[in-house]
């Protein structure tokens, strides 16, 4: 079963909308559960940075993820969810992020119009191969994306994006993975991104 | 210049599509979920569901509409009409809704739009607009489904909308609302070069080169159109093609 952090702030439910539609055993939780059948956990995330840090530790969500992350089960963050797995964010720069993954997050520079609040392509950036998370989509496939911060473009970037300048759009470290689009806004492109990482789930779940 | 978006709007009243929808794919013309299981394999970047029941259980007939839409459609949506609270925003936003958008609620109490940003986040607001020329190059702002003139200068408004926290600005002409005459671009670049957030035009789109105006004349972020979509004469897609000819950046349809 995945599990879809939901720790009270905004529409969490999307996500949790769509691995259903995809085929997924998806359950949105609101406190921590028992990660023994847990295969995988998406952590979306939207409003302030600050907000979303403060409500996923308050709602104990928080400690269940660096438990999961402990017991290397996959975890997908998804817009502020993902800016969650960094260490800070200009945003709320007095609340620490997880810490999961080097580098922080930037306010969007040099772009006319912020929020970015449009469809944009990605460019995979290729570590040998490309990230099983885009499996079978195209080359500088597109995704919606709603946001005025992002992380910074770092060795863990496997998909990069440019608004006014550039950012990283997704990001791969071990078993953690995080998109600055919204999967689950983003058609079928981004059904078929969770797809890929509902299947990945399923193989290390069966390892 | 950032992508622009297209954006199908569905006015739906007590759960039900009004004006007229008729494609030969669809089963029921009215329902507004498969509507927008529709619109999102056209090819829409997003939806707005603008919910114009007056009774008294509106929200609740809508609520439900939202609910079985998000469980269809993956694309945002934003859900409009009679968002008077942030108890109201919530039941939209936690039923599955991305955005809500609020007029002259908004108006009446300015509030509202840095309340519910602050709760929701400012990417889920957004205001929405209706607006008449007065004026060379001056516009004001009408509530209450146009019929009531607030005296209120609408960039005035707009950048007011903004700093309480709205995430885009949705703007439509009075003027051109119904004409098929095209977008009132003077009003839409006006309101779109004052502001830093997204404005979506609307109002008065009869043709496929309306579109490339609003986004090439207008500078608007967005395009809204609602019945030469419904009606069929104009796709999502060749609205797209013909964008892209024009070089104005969109995502291409089947992407």
């Known amino acids: 079963m995945i599990v879809v952090t939901d720790y009270g702030i905004g529409n969490l439910g999307s996500a949790q909308k769509a691995l259903v539609r995809i085929g997924a055993d998806a359950e949105l939780v609101d406190q921590p559960v028992d990660l023994s059948g847990v295969t995988g956990i998406i952590m979306p995330g939207v409003g302030s940075f600050g907000a979303c840090v403060t409500a996923l530790h308050s709602s104990g969500l928080g400690s269940m993820v660096m438990k999961a992350v402990d017991l290397e089960i996959p975890l997908l963050g998804i817009c502020v969810g993902m ?16 810490g999961l993954i080097d580098g922080w997050v930037r306010r969007l520079e040099g772009a006319p119009k912020v929020p970015n609040m449009a469809w944009n392509q990605v460019e995979y950036v290729n570590k040998g191969e ?9 080359n500088d496939p597109w995704f919606y994306f709603v946001h005025s ?26 078993n953690i993975f995080g998109t600055q689009f919204h999967p689950e806004k983003s058609s079928g492109t981004g059904l078929k991104l969770l797809s890929n990482f509902f299947e990945y789930c ?5 390892v | ?45 997003e939806l707005v569901f603008l919910d114009i029941t007056a009774s008294s259980d509106a929200r609740e ?23 008077r609270s942030n108890d109201d925003a919530r039941l939209m936003l936690r039923s599955g809704a991305d955005k809500v958008s609020i007029n002259s609620a908004a108006i009446a109490n300015p509030k509202l739009v840095s309340d519910i940003a602050f709760e929701f986040g400012s990417q889920c607001v957004v205001v929405a607009i209706d607006a008449k020329m007065a004026g060379e190059s001056s516009y004001e702002v009408y509530t209450h489904g146009g019929r009531v003139a ?35 671009v003077s009003l839409t670049s006006l309101v779109a070069d004052a502001l830093s957030i997204p404005v ?29 979509f419904h009606f069929g004469e104009i796709t999502v897609r060749a609205v797209k093609d013909e964008l892209l000819r024009s070089g104005v950046s969109v995502r291409p349809y089947g992407c």
């Open chain 2, 1 to 45: 210049m950032p992508n622009v978006r297209v954006i199908p709007c569905l006015d739906v009243d007590k759960g039900r599509v009004v004006k007229g929808v008729n494609f030969v794919s669809l089963r029921d013309a009215g329902d507004p979920v498969e509507l927008a299981e529709f619109y999102d394999q056209s090819g829409a970047d």
């Open chain 2, 200 to 228: 979506i035009a609307s109002g008065g789109v009869g043709k496929i080169s309306h579109f490339v105006e609003g986004a090439v004349s207008g500078h608007a972020d967005a395009l809204l159109a609602a019945s030469v």
């Open chain 2, 61 to 83: 007939i809508m609520a439900e509409v939202v609910l079985a839409t998000a469980q269809k459609v993956f694309i945002p949506f934003t859900v409009g009409g009679g968002i």
């Open chain 1, 83 to 98: 800016q969650l797995l960094y260490k800070g964010s200009e945003e709320s720069p007095e609340v620490p992020g997880l």
């Open chain 1, 202 to 206: 399923e193989r290390k779940a069966s």
């Open chain 2, 150 to 184: 607030t005296g209120i200068d609408v960039t005035e408004w707009a950048l007011q909308a903004q700093s309480l926290g709205a995430g885009e600005i949705l703007l439509t002409s009075m003027d051109r609302d119904g004409t098929r005459d095209g977008f009132d």
């Open chain 1, 149 to 174: 911060y992002a992380p910074d473009i770092t060795d863990d970037t496997v998909a990069k994006c440019n608004y006014g300048s550039g950012f990283s759009a997704a990001v791969s470290s071990k």
């Open chain 1, 130 to 138: 490309k990230s099983f998370l885009f499996e079978s989509l195209p």
